[in-house]
């Protein structure tokens, strides 16, 4: 098993300014984006596959955030196992399954600077991605393939650039952190998590 690492998944994010003024006129002005943000069992771009019982685990564990409007995300992708508020741009306010897909309904806070970039950067036509961003170890298997282990943990969603060829802005390797899950996650957090591994079938 490798050590943990910050690993990273792009998926792209429908928007037009037809989109956009659609959603603002639906949601009294706010700007909504909804679509996949993760999939499990599925080989991605980072040659990298996220079995579903540990995505399932830290989906259900990331609801808690949803719930206590507190699972918010930048905008790019910083080289950090912890968000900065100072950069937050968008929070998720609903996510869900769809099979092996992870679905989220995102909304992009315009208040705020760098939510206001990601409004005028959707606005203007730039296609973006959801990207999600989280900390664990993969272990290659016989298949070639780097499969994520079950000390996996989402931090959050962060909205960044496509890349200008599949895997050129994604890393074929994580970038090696040291993660300490007091500094990432509260208390009742981790009480949580505990309590989600005890009940959550295998």
């Known amino acids: 098993m490798s050590q943990k690492q910050l690993l990273r998944e792009w998926y792209a ?9 659609e959603s603002k006129e639906k949601n009294g002005g706010k700007l ?3 679509g996949i943000i993760q999939k499990a069992n599925q080989l991605n771009q980072n040659k990298r596959v996220y079995p579903r019982e540990i995505l399932r685990r830290e989906v259900e564990n990331y609801q808690k955030a949803v719930r206590e409007n507190r699972a918010v995300g930048e905008c790019d992708h910083p080289e950090s196992s912890s968000v900065s508020l100072k950069n937050v741009s968008h929070v998720i306010r609903e996510i869900w399954w769809d099979g092996d ?6 909304e992009v806070l315009t208040n705020l600077p760098s939510g206001k970039i990601l409004e005028g ?10 990207s999600s961003r ?26 960044v ?6 895997g050129a802005y994604l890393f074929a390797e994580g970038k090696k952190v040291d993660f300490e899950p007091r500094r990432v996650f509260k208390k009742e957090d981790r009480i949580f998590r505990a309590l989600n591994d005890i009940v959550l079938p295998r």
């Open 32 to 34: 909504m984006l909804t």
């Open 101 to 106: 897909d992870v679905c989220g309904r995102v």
């Open 121 to 130: 950067l959707l606005e203007s036509g730039i296609k973006l991605g959801i």
């Open 161 to 166: 650039s496509e890349p200008s060829t599949p």
């Open 134 to 159: 989280g900390v664990g170890s993969t272990e290659k298997t016989n298949e070639g393939y780097d499969q994520v282990q079950d000390d996996y943990q989402i931090i959050c969603w962060d909205m």
């Open 13 to 21: 994010v429908n928007s037009s300014s037809d989109i956009i003024k």
